[in-house]
C-alpha cells in the first residue's frame, strides 16, 4: 500500500467536452455542476432542484474500465457528482455535442424541430439523457427511450412532443430519416396520424439530420492509458473536507478505523443529499471507487454476491443475466428486486447510486432494504479486526437510520440468494408517483411451502415506510406458518397485520390509514399473486378468480400514442407568410445547445457577490433579536442586509403595498424573508445565512388551514358576490336540493429555473440595473425603485427570458429581485441571486387553495335550476393578487352551465402562510372545479349518466353569463360534438361499463368536461400593450414590446405577427429581450392575453412604419425591402416607431353586476379515460381528446404545445401535485423528492388534441385567440375520470350516492374512496384526538 501524506493534495484530472482540465485544488464539497457552470463557464447545464430530482443538470459521464477493458457512459446528475469522484473521467455538456454555430447534434435538432423545448430549462438535461441512451444504443426502443427519462422533469410540453421527436430515432417506430420511402419520409404520411382530416404533421422528419454514431467525439486515449495503470491513492483537501481514496481494501479500512465518522461516498445520492439540504458536514469523505473487493460479482453456490459499490444499474444487468438463463423458480427473488428497481429513482441516480449506500442508509423508505430482509441476505462486514458474516433481519437495523455495522466496519458485500422449488416472493412498491418517487408503503414478500404442497413452512414480510426502520412482522408471519395457503389465512393474515402495522396517528408522513389499508392490500395481491402461482403447479385447488386476475398485474405503462390535429393556412398563403404555420420557437436551437442565456448564465462581474436568505422558521412570532457575529465569521462574508439597509420605503406589494421587503419586528409565516448575506461566493453566502440566529417570541394566533381561517374569520376584505336570477324560487321551483364540499389544493409552479436575479449598481444617480427572471418587468422597476428610494426612470429592469413562469414569477418574484438591489446598494457592487429549489418553494407561495360549498337544486331530468356557492381561497400572509383571482374563480363559478338563479360569494382567508399568488388559470380552475363537482353529484342523485346532464345543462348561443356578458362565437357545442367524435366516447363508454363488469379490483372512469375562459385582465386598467419596432439601415428590424418570454412562444408569435404585417421574412426580425427603458409602463405577461395584447401593439407600429414606407414602395415597387429601407433614411425618414393597445369595452362593476369583464371567451372540450388500482389507488390516464377552441390559429405547434402543456399542468394539479404543511405552516414539501409534477410516464397512453377548425376570433390579433390557460382546466377531465371509477368501485361494496372526493385525487384519496373490507380493517384515526403531521390548508 502506498501512503498517503495527511498534507499531500492531488491534481485532478478530467476532461471536459474533449479538453484537459487539471484542477490543482479540487474542493471536495464542490460538485461537477457548480464546476462546470462557475469554473469552466459552461452554462448549457442547468442547476433545477440540486436534489438529482428534475435531471436539468444532466451530462454524460464516460470511464475506463481496466477489468472489462471497456468505456462506459452513463447519464449523471451534475448536481450530486461530487467533482473530486470524477478523477480522471470525461465529461459531456450539452455544449460539447454540437451548438447553432457550428453544427446541431441530431439529438438537439429533433427535439427543437419537434416542438419539445419550451422554456427550454429542462432542454439540455433531457438531451444529454437522450444522447447518453443513444451513445450506448444507436437504435433504442421506445421503452429504452422512457427509462432514459424516468430521472427528467418538463414542466413546460407536458412531455408529448419530446417523445414524438425522439420516436425518430427508435429501431420499431423509427423514421427512415428521409432516405427510405419513395414518397418521402415515413413520418409525413397520413398513415402516422389518424382522426378527421385534413391532418398535417406538426414537423417534418425528412428534413432531420441522420444520426451517424461514428461522429461522436472520443474518448480521450491519455484516459484510457492512465486507467489502465495501477491507480495511485488521493486525497482532495478543501476548506471543511477532505476527500481519501485509497487504492487497497487494507488501506480503506484503516483509513475507516482512523476515521470511524467518515462517510464512504460511491454514488454521493444520500450524502450530497444530507450536506446540502441537511446540513451536514462530513468533514472526512472516503471513495472506495478503486476498491476492487467492494465492485465484485460473483456466482455462488446459493445465490449472487454483489460488492457494495455495484451500482443498481449493474446489479439490474446482471439480474436480467441471471434470469434469462436461470430455470424461473430460481429467479422469483431476483425478478422482484428488478421490478424495485423498474420504480427506482431514475436513470441517473441509478447509474451511480450503490447497493451498498442504499442498505447503509438505512431509511426506513428504502427499496431494496425489505425486499433483502425478507429475503433474509447475508451481509459481509469488515474492518481492519477481519470479517464478519449477519444476516439481514429484523436485528439489523438499530434504529432511525442506524444499523448494526459498527463506525469501523464497512459492508463489503451482500449475497442475494436463489429462491427454490416452491419458494415464492414478491415486492411491491406504492408512491404517489410511479417514475422516480420514494415509497409510502414498500415491501417484500417470500413464502415457503412445505414439500410440494401449499402449507407453508416459512414466510417473511418485510415493509418500508411503517416504521422508523424497515421492519419485518414477525407476530404476523409466525401465525401463518403451517397453514394452507387459502382464503382463511389470507383473512387472517390481513387481521394480523392491521393488529401488527400500527402507525400513531401523528406518524411522519401522514396518511395513516392509507399506509395501514396499503400494508394489507399489498399482501392480498401477494395472497392472490402465490395462489394463481401454487394453482398452475397444482398445489391449490383454488385459482384466482377471473375479476380478480387483474389485481396481480403488474403496473405497466404502455408507450403513449398521439394525434394533433389543426387547420392548415389556405392554399395560397405566401410561403415568406407564416402566420399559421406550425412553427418552431425562435429559441429552440440555441436553448437545445445551451446557447441560450438565462439570467444566471449571465457572465460574473469581476467584483460581483452572492446573496442568500436568511428566512423566518416561525409562522407567526416577532423577532427578538437576530444575531449575526457566526455568519459574519464565515470566509468571504460581505455584510448581512436587513430592513434597516432599506433606503426608501419596506412596504411592498403587487396591487396594496401591505407585506414589508425584509421583515422588520414581525413574521407571518414560515419562510417570511428576514434579511440577506452577501458573501463572495454562493457556498459562503449561504453557510453564513444559516448560521444567522434569530430568536422570536412567538404569537397566536397561528392560523394555517382555510378551516382555521373560518373559525377565526381572518378574511381579507372585500367580500365578493355575483348574483342573478332568484334563489328563493329558485330553489322552490327544484325538484331536489342538494349539498356538497369540495376542497383544492394548492399547487407549486415548479418552473425549471427557480427565481433569479442579478443586481448591477450603474454607480451614478442611484441608477440600477436589474437582469430578471420575471414576467413583471414594470413592475419590479416600481418596486424596485420605490425601496431604493429613486424614480423609476433610474431603475432598469430587463428580462431575455426565462426558465418557466406559469404566474409564479408575476409579483412574488418582484420581493427577491428588491431585496438583492438593496443589497447592491449597500455594497455598490453587483450583487446575484438565484434562489435553491427548497428555498424558492419556501417564499414564493403558490396556486390559492380553494374550499367551495355549495347547494344546487336541480329537476329530476337534471336541470339545474339554483346554485348558491361559497369559495373560501387560502391567499396567505399578503394580499398579493387575492383578489382578481377570487374574481375571476366567482366569475367561473358557472363554467358552462347555464343556471337560471345563481349566487357565488368569495372570501379571501388571511393566513399564516407564504403569500399565494398568480398560476395558470388564476382562481378559474378552483371555480370551475367547484362546477364539475356539484354537477356531478347532480347526475349520480338523478341516477342520469353524467355526460348527459352536462350537456343539458350547457349553455347556449347568445345566453347570458351570471356578470351579464352575452356569450357570443360561443363554439361549446362544436367542441363537444368533436370531442365525442375523436374520442369515440360512446363506444368507450360501453367498453368502460364492460370493462368494470369484468374486473373487482381495477375499474375504469370516463369522463367529459367543458372550459369556458374569460380572457382579459379583470383589473381593466392592465389591457393596454406598448410595442417599439426599429428598422435599422440595413433592412434588419428589432422589436421591444411588453411582453416576456417564459417558454410560451410570445416572442415567436410576435415576429411572425410583424412579419406579415411588414410582408419580410422572420430572418430579417429580431427580439432581444423585454426591458423597461424600450417599453415603459408593461402589464405582466399573464392572463393569457400577451399575443392579444403585445400582438396588437406590434402590429400598430408596424403599420405606423408601413405608412412612413409606403412613398418608397410606390415609387420602387420592384424594389426590396432593404432598397426602400435606405431610401426612407436618407430622406430622413423616422425609421422607428411605438405601438400601442388598449383592449375596448371593457369594464365590470361588482356593485351593479353590470359592464363586460371579459373581451371574449376561449373554449375546450376534453374527454378522459382512466384505470385505477382500488387497492393501491394508483391511476393510469389511458385516453385523453382534447378539441380547444383558439380561433385562426397564429402557430398551430406553439398553440398545441400550449394546450397540451396546460393539460399536463393541471394534471398534476387535479391528480398527483400535494403540497404538505405541518399544523403550524412549516412547509415539508420542498423539493422534486417529495413534491411530484407530472414525469413522462404520466401522459395519456392515447392523447389526441385537436384545434377548432373555421372558428376566427374577431376580437384578437389575425382572429386569434388566448391559449395559455384555457386548456388547464380540461385536465378536470381526468379527476372526474377517476371520481366515474371510484364510483364503480365503491358500487361493488354497496355504496351508492354522491360522495366527496377532494383535490388532487391522490392514491391515498382514491385508495381511501374505494372503502372495502380492507380499509374497514384500518379506520382513520378520529379527528381531533391527535396533532396530525400534516393539515389541509
Ligand atoms: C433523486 C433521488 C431518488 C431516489 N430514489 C430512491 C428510491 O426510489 N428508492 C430508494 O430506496 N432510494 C432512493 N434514493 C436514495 C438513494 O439513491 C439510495 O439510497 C442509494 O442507493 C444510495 O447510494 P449511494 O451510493 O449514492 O450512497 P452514498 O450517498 O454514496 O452513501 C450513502 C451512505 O451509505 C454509506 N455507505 C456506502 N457504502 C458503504 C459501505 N460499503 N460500507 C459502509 N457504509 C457505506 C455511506 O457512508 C453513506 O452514509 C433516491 C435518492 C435520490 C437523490
Ligand atoms: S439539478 Fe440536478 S437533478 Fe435537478
Ligand atoms: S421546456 Fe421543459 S421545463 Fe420548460
Redesign the pocket.
Known sequence: MEEISQNHHDELIIFVNGKKVVERYAEPEMTLLTFIRRKLGLTGTKLGCA???CGACTVMVSRFNPHHNQIVHHAV?AC?APLCSLHHCAVTTVEGIGSVANKLHPVQERIAKAHGSQCGFCTPGIIMSMYTLLRNSPQPTMQNIEEAFQ?NLCRCTGYRPILEGYKTFTKVEGCCQGRGMANGCCMTSEHQVHGPSPVQPLFNPSEFMPLDPTQEIIFPPELMSLGKKTPRSLRFIGERVQWIQPNSLKELLELKAMYPA????????????EMKFKNLLYPVILS?AYIQE?SNIQYTENGIEFG??V??TVLGKVLRGAIDKLPSYKTELFQAILEQLR????QQ?RN??????????A?P?????PVFMAAGCKLTLMSKEGKRIIKMDEKFFTGYRKTA?KPD????SIEIPYTKKGQYFSAF?Q?PRKE????TV?CGMNVVFQDSSNVVQDIQLSYGGMAPTTVLTTATCNRLIGRPWGKKLMEDACSFLAEEMMLSPSAPGGMVAYRRTLTISLFFKFYLTVLHKLAQEHLSDEDVRSDYASAIELFHLDSPTSVQIYQAVPPGQCTDDVVGRPMMHLSALKQATGEAVYCDDIPHYENELYLALVTSSKAHAYIKSIETADAMAVPGVVTFVSAKDIPGSNMTGPVVYDETVLADDQVTCVGHIVGAIVADTQVHAQRAAKAIKITYEELQPVIVTIEDAIINQSFYKPVRMIENGNLTEGFQESDNIMEGEIHIGGQEHFYLETNCTLAVPRGEDGEMELFVSTQAASKTQAVVAKALGVPASHVVCRVKRMGGGFGGKESRSTILSTVVAVAAHKVRRPVRCMLDRDEDMLVSGGRHPFFGRYKVGFKKNGKVVALDVTYYSNAGNSMDLSLSILERALFHMDNCYNIPHIRGIGYMCKTNLPSNTAFRGFGGPQGMMVAESWISDVAVCCGLPADQVRKMNLYKQGEITPFNQCLEQFTIERCWEECVNISDFYQRKARVELYNKQHRWTKRGLSIIPTKFGISFTAVFLNQAGALVHIYTDGSVLITHGGTEMGQGLHTKMIQIASRTLEIPISKIHISETSTNTVPNTSPTAASASSDLNGMAVYNACQTLLQRLETYKASNPKGSWEEWVKAAYFDRVNLSANGFYRTPDLGYDFETNSGRPFNYFSYGVAVSEVEIDCLTGSHKNLHTSIVMDVGKSLNPALDIGQVEGAFMQGVGLFTLEELHYSPQGYLYTRG??MYKIPAFGDIPTELKVSLLRDAPNERAIFSSKAVGEPPLFLAASVFYAIKDAIFAARTESGLTGPFRLDSPATPERIRNACEDRFTKLCPPPEPGTYTPWDVQV
Open positions: 436534489e438529482g430530482g446528475n450530486l430521472g467518515a462517510k464512504l461516498v460511491v454514488g454521493n445520492t444520500e450524502v450530497g443529499v472506495p467492494l457494495t459499490s451500482t443498481l420504480w427506482f429513482a431514475g441516480i451511480v447510486a450503490a447497493i451498498g449506500g442504499n442498505i447503509m442508509t431509511s423508505i428504502s427499496d431494496l432494504n455495522v466496519e464497512i459492508l463489503l412498491k408512491s422516480d418517487d420514494i415509497a414498500t422534486p423528492g
